[in-house]
């Protein structure tokens, strides 16, 4: 017993609720304060898509999804629609290695970056088949630019937190 | 991947349906976030408050200027305000109409912002356990803020009034540019006439004189001025009318939210001729009524501009809202849930 509960502890799923509690404490307190040209950083989303980049699409959705259903619970929006879309992106991100043979630091950045962006353009678009219209504004356009500049600046925080949270096994 | 979706959707459907599942859910977790939230914010309040300092140091200082004096300015006409609304608040009561007075009110504080580029909402920390519901309005002490949305056991969520999905009926109170109308009676130099002074308002000619003629017949057999009537004593007497045309008149349109950064409008707006052009500074209060989500007559905001559009569209208003919704920390939620915000039990 004590045993299974060990292993669940050093679950690489449990670390990433762990850390994206973390991460969501953050998003909902800093990062909501601190909103250059009134846009904030969405790093849940980017730390979604950090772990498509980094382990595939399959490891990416399914940590899009949990990592989706924990923002979804502090929003106003149906619960379920940011799992859906940070889902989907770190799916698309996790598609990077059919693109790049050897992905380096960089070339996993610039598709945090944009990959990030296109999900965060997702998110209005998504609210909007639901029925809650009138989310897409031309504040939109200035969103999508922020954040490929912001996630390719915050990627290289990302990708070391993200490596060890995903990481199979701790041990050696 | 499809699992995924299949997940999402089913979770979306559930949520849409109002499920206790999902709002459990949603329960437990605030209850788990909460403290490592609360943690987080003492951690990080160094670095917001270093970032406010950096970004908004001269604006604050400026704000602060502008307050001073306005305070100062507005010290005086409160208190005539305050009269004045003790008095309509008596007037309405005596005829029966409801008041804001009339409705209890809970006063909450504003504990966190939605953390998203697209959703206009605040948190606060009051729920259930103080009879808040869903569809409540939400005021401060300037004006309307936005209705709850969502209600837990000790915590709510405010939709704001530039949320896109944010609508309300409104009350434009327009006064058109005129002046009162003023009858003036004074003696003339024959004492069998008079002279009436009219005046009017400003877009017609101020003065129109009408004399009046002594009163006389044509009936064969009469002498011309035999029959002048009696001579009455003239008194100058003034009387002030208040005519329809002078009166401020209201007109309801709806108002909607339009997002971040971007003014809330009113459409909808019946371009009667009584109701006359809309002034840009004309103020905006909520229409009431049986299926309005708020009671009238709490104050929304003024008119900044003013859009004509052509046919029978009628103008599109641009609202300047009276309340600072970037700065919001205490608010007051009236207890009064609207007919259409009920649901079943």
Redesign the interface.
Known sequence: MSERLLRLMASRWTRLVLVSLILLGLQTTLLNDMRPFNVMIPVMLLFAVTAGTLYGSEIGAISGLIIGVMYDCVLSTPLGLASLVFGAAAYAAGLLPFFVREPTWWTRAITIGIVGAAGELAFPLAQSMVGFSGRFQPHVAVVVVFVIVAGMIVAPLLLPVCRWTLKESLVG | ?AL??L??????????QGSSA?KS??SI??T??RP??S???VV?RP??NA??GITHYNDVTAENELLREKIAQQEGAAVAAAASVRLSQELLALNGLPTLAGINSVSAQVI????????Q?VEIDQGTESGIKVGMPVLNAAGLVGKI??VFSNRA?V?LITD??YALSVKIINAPKTLATTVTTVPNQDPASTVTIVSVPETIDPLITVPTVPATSNIAGFTPGSIVAPRTPIISSSLTIPPGSNVSVRETGILE??????VPTVRFVDAAQRFGVVQPGSPIVTAGGSLSLAPPDIVVGTVSRVKERLGTAGPLLEIDIVADLSNLSFVRILLYQPITERTAP
């Open positions: 991947m995924l979706v997940t999402s959707i089913i979770l979306v459907t559930l949520d849409l999902t859910l949603r977790f605030g788990v976030f490592i939230e943690v987080a914010r990080t670095a917001t970032w406010y966190g912002d939605s953390p998203s580029n697209f959703v909402s949305t969502q969520v939709m896109p999905q939210g339009r997002g971040a950064g971007r």
